[in-house]
């Protein structure tokens, strides 16, 4: 089955500061989608970012990623992080028959002023 | 502006009871989903379904049982409820397939004593 890795629970930044957030992934079958959705506190996660290209980068509310099917990841950057960025990222991706999204344990991103 | 509605917001419950939590989404689309989001934040899909129809039934104890009246609404019950249900259970939709943005409802928080 479908399985996606974000390896940090917690990243701290400063406020003014890039941000990365890693995800990688591993698929038996040809995937279709990956999404990066952010929940804030005692929010409903929402989509942050959506690609199927590879190799193209996709931009939205400051944050930008690359999807690199020969790394087999996607991840999350900012150039300049905001406090109101604070919030809990999921990176998921979506199957062939794409009735169901797999997301990873999610990151903590906290920006300090 | 919310489209897509859960209740209710907070169920405490005790161990053995039957519970039900209901959603509905006014934004057209043709599917639903039910999320389990546990005490970690770990967000895992239970159940998909298109046009009324279960497409993805995850390995979820028998317990549990969805149920769709119509593409607008998705309910779940859960017939005797186990201290490992407590979570946050978020209600999606999205058109037709997950490789579109799923739009998630606020969650219906339940907690078994």
């Known amino acids: 089955g479908d399985s996606v890795t974000q390896t940090e629970g917690l990243v701290t930044v400063t406020e003014g500061l890039p941000v990365k957030l890693n995800c990688t992934y591993q698929?038996?079958?040809?995937?279709?989608?990956f999404f990066w959705y952010v929940q804030y506190l005692n929010e409903a996660p929402q989509v942050l970012l959506k690609s199927s290209t590879d190799n193209k980068r996709t931009e939205h509310q400051g944050f930008h990623a690359t999807l690199h099917k020969s790394s087999s990841s996607f991840h999350l950057q900012k150039s300049s992080a905001q406090l109101s960025d604070s919030a809990l990222y999921y990176c998921a991706l979506s199957d062939l028959m794409g009735y169901k999204l797999t997301f990873g344990t999610g990151t903590s991103l906290l920006v300090d002023p | 502006e919310t489209a897509v509605f859960q209740t209710p917001n907070y169920h405490v419950t005790q161990v053995g009871n039957e519970v039900s939590f209901n959603c509905k989404q006014t934004l057209g689309h043709d599917t639903m989903y039910w999320y389990k989001q546990d005490s970690k934040k770990l967000l895992k899909i239970m159940f998909s379904y298109n046009n009324k129809q279960l497409i993805v039934n995850e390995t979820v104890p028998r317990r549990f049982s969805p149920q769709s009246s119509d593409k607008a609404h998705l309910n779940l019950r859960i017939k005797s409820v186990e201290p490992e249900d407590s979570a946050v259970y978020l209600c999606a939709s999205s058109w037709d397939r997950s490789s579109y943005e799923q739009y998630f409802g606020p969650g219906t928080r339940l907690t078994v004593l």
């Open positions: 698929t038996t079958y040809l995937t279709i989608a």
